[in-house]
């Protein structure tokens, strides 16, 4: 990489995100790669994985490039780990930032704000590492101090501000579900969001749970702002009966955007051509091997005819982009660099 002075691009402007299809945040899946590549087949906009807000306010910004690529890395002091990167080859992106707390969420914003083209919060996530630090679905159940963060989020930038959450359970013993949904949404309609995520499932289901999209009807009919539909989405027909269901025109894909990628540009995507681009961006971007084996391993998950068992079980054994690309007849890394002039 080569070192460059100053702001060599700007990010694209942010969607309205009253329509269209979203890359959802992923984590480890949602890095600069996967974000390129579910625009080039037609992505309204990427969230990022979601990213601590210590991580964020604690990182230095980095410009370099890769040949003629200009690139922007945030990575922690002392040549610490990457937080964030970005390039001009990526759509309008959303960073989403894990926090309890307004101080730390304002100095995360403030510090990114230059090189993202919207921010979300995420109250949403149910792993431990966001749990543990009161982040992620906990952010559901204390809304006046999730009510401070947003506020403060809105007040640190002129980029629009979104909250990605769930759908509180039915049975909840102290309000039922629908109420505690509303209040949620006039929670964040008040602290100036310009749109709320619903992952149509319960703080504590896993992916594999039964969706909820007919709960979203009532949100959506109630919101003064666009709202996303999240959730269970893993082909068109999914998504026809979500808008049939909730009638959202605003769609996130998570897993759907592995197996389905033609999702994203509505129509027929030849399978090793996704992998192959999955794969070239992976190497211009500079992620680890072990990151792009882990996206290319998803990408044909449930797909035999894309990659035999045989070459699956070699793609386990590789250790660097020359193994990747040789298993997987793709390009070697110096050919695809050199591209961009390398």
């Not at 998570?254 to 033609?262: E, M």
């Not at 509505?266 to 680890?288: A, H, I, Q």
Request: proline content about 6%.
């Amino acid at each position: 990489m080569m070192a460059l002075e100053g702001a060599p691009f700007e990010p694209k402007p942010a969607p309205d995100f009253s329509s269209g299809r979203y890359l959802a945040p992923m984590v480890r899946a949602g890095t600069l790669p996967m974000r390129i590549t579910a625009t080039q087949f037609g992505a309204t906009a990427c969230f990022t994985d979601v990213i601590i807000d210590q991580k964020l306010m604690r990182s230095d910004r980095h410009v370099s490039s890769i040949g003629s690529i200009p690139l922007v890395e945030y990575r922690l002091p002392d040549g610490g780990p990457l937080a964030f990167q970005t390039c001009p080859r990526e759509g309008p992106v959303v960073c989403q930032i894990g926090s309890a707390n307004d101080v730390y969420a304002i100095s995360a914003v403030q510090n990114i704000e230059r090189d993202v083209s919207a921010f979300d919060l995420n109250c949403g996530c149910n792993v431990s590492f966001s749990t543990k630090g009161d982040m992620g679905v906990n952010r559901m159940f204390d809304l006046e101090s999730t009510s401070a963060v947003l506020k403060a989020m809105v007040r640190a930038t002129n980029k629009p501000v979104t909250v990605k959450t769930r759908l509180y359970h039915e049975n909840d013993p102290d309000n039922v579900g629908q109420r505690r949904d509303l209040e949620f949404l006039a929670m964040a309609e008040q602290a100036g969001v310009k749109a709320i995520t619903i992952h149509a499932r319960y703080p504590k289901d896993s992916r594999s749970a039964a969706v909820h999209w007919e709960r979203l009807r009532l949100i959506r009919e109630s919101a003064n702002i666009p709202v996303i539909a999240n959730g269970g989405l893993m082909t068109e027909d999914d998504i026809a009966a979500c808008q049939d269901a909730s009638g959202c025109t605003s769609f996130m894909l998570a897993r759907g955007a592995f197996s389905g990628i033609s999702m994203f540009k509505r129509g027929p995507v030849d399978g090793m051509e996704f992998l192959t681009k999955l794969y070239e961006n992976s190497v211009l971007c500079g992620v680890s091997a072990a990151n792009a084996k882990y996206n290319l391993s998803f990408g044909f998950k449930g797909r035999k005819e894309l990659v035999p068992p045989p070459k699956r079980e070699a793609l386990q054994h590789c250790k660097s982009y020359e193994e990747l690309g040789s298993v997987l007849g793709f390009r070697a890394p110096v050919e695809v660099l050199a591209d961009v002039g390398l």
